[in-house]
Nanobody, 126 residues
């Protein structure tokens, strides 16, 4: 079993930055593939970014590529999402997700990740 706890959400003005964190426990963190998803009100959960277990491969949704960076610190059992140049359309609940597969086949697909955090709210004002 993997437990995930997100933090770092909040209210920020358009153009601003936030860094989300996700601390994992229950399994050796360096063996987990990790991802960030988000869900805006009235919309389906959508992929944001993903990273393999050792941090050598990353995936980004087109909507965030160039603005967001996913990275991990395996020594601290922590996944991060650095979000820059935030836009109002980035407003959503952001979820951390994990898979025990070191490199998932479809990193943008929610079904690849059986473990999820509780989410952290990000609100970007215009």
């Amino acid at each position: 079993q993997v437990q995930l706890v997100e933090s770092g959400g909040g209210l920020v003005q358009a153009g601003g930055s936030l860094r989300l964190s996700c601390i994992a426990s229950g399994r050796t963190f360096s063996t987990l593939s990790m991802a960030w998803f988000r869900q805006a009100p009235g919309k389906e959960r959508a992929s944001v970014a993903a990273i393999n277990s050792i941090g050598t491969n990353t995936y980004y949704a087109d909507s965030v590529r160039g603005r967001f960076t996913i990275f991990r610190d395996n020594a601290k059992n922590t996944l991060y999402l650095q979000m820059n140049s935030l836009k109002p359309e980035d407003t959503a609940v952001y979820y951390c997700a994990a898979s025990i597969v070191s490199g998932v086949y479809n990193p943008s697909r929610a079904y690849e990740y059986p473990y999820w955090g509780q989410g952290t709210q990000v609100t970007v004002s215009s």
